[in-house]
């Protein structure tokens, strides 16, 4: 089923779940079981993210597949263009399509440092390679008609666009190149992403915009995310996590949880379309989470 259509048919927030391809063969066996665990979740979707250059190619698909088997709900690998030809990119498209799957999270990328340094995915960019994700939507729509494609928004702007205006305007072109949804970047305070929500729609943004969400796991990762991501870290987070101290584990999983449960209820109260979950694969957090939800 395509995710746009899930959207549409239920008349509940849609809930979702995010992972990575890891690195290792050992650590696929192991996001193995975590999504047995994370079958009780029952998620409406799932999405596995793109290494941009094409570093996690393979390991995307492979881990998509697993993840279709595990979950048996629909499945969206994301794609970046970036360091890709538009051949390479036609290619991957018929293979996604050809492997049955119908969702994309479509995207530009950064180019990972390591993928600079070593000189692989910086071949030099041909004239008409897709250079934004817009231009990524509007590939994948022509080879595919029936893709039903996610973008990214980014309720505090992108952190290289200009103004947040400018952001939104980028968001509509990807939205009017043919994308269907758009995702958030994390963000720990709501009301950030009720102002966005109400400027893409005086923008004229109508579709879907899924809030994006990760549960704080410790204050030095949180700090780090909404450092490289440059999202407000509120104090009131950044506090609690401090006075539950680097040395318990358990309380600072906690008050994470506690936060998200809190700003999850409040979004979906406000009518937000579903919630996206960042697992970063870790299955307690997300099973944790998802429970005290359903409870609510
Ligand atoms: P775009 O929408 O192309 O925007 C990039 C920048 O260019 C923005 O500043 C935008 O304002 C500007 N821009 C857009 N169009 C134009 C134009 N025509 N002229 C001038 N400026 C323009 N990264 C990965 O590598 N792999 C993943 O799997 C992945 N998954 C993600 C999932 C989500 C939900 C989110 C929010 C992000 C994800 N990212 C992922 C990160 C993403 O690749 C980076 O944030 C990247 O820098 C931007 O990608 P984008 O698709 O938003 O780009």
Redesign the pocket.
Known sequence: STISRLFSEKSRPLRSL?F?PPKEELDVLALKKTASELVKIAADFA???????GGTRQR?AEVSQLLRGELGCPIMP?????GHSREELHALADEIHASGFRNI??????L?KSAVQSGTGQKPLEDDAP??????VALLKARHSDFCL?????PE??????SLE??I???K??IDAGADF?????FFDNAVYFRFVEKCRAAGISVPIVP?IMPALSLAQVRRFTAM?EVVLPEKLAAQLAAAGEDNPDEVAHIGTQWTIAQVRELLASGAPGY?L?TLNRARSAVELCAALAEA
Do not use: I, N
Request: proline share 4%; net charge neutral.
């Open positions: 995010e990575f999405s596995v993210t793109y290494g941009a250059g995307t994301h794609l970046t263009c970036v999270m479509t995207l530009r990328g950064d990972p250079r934004y994700a817009s231009d990524l996610g973008v990214a928004a980014y702007k992108h952190p290289q666009a200009a400018s952001d305007a980028h968001l072109a990807k758009a995702v958030t970047q994390l994006g991501c996206h960042y």
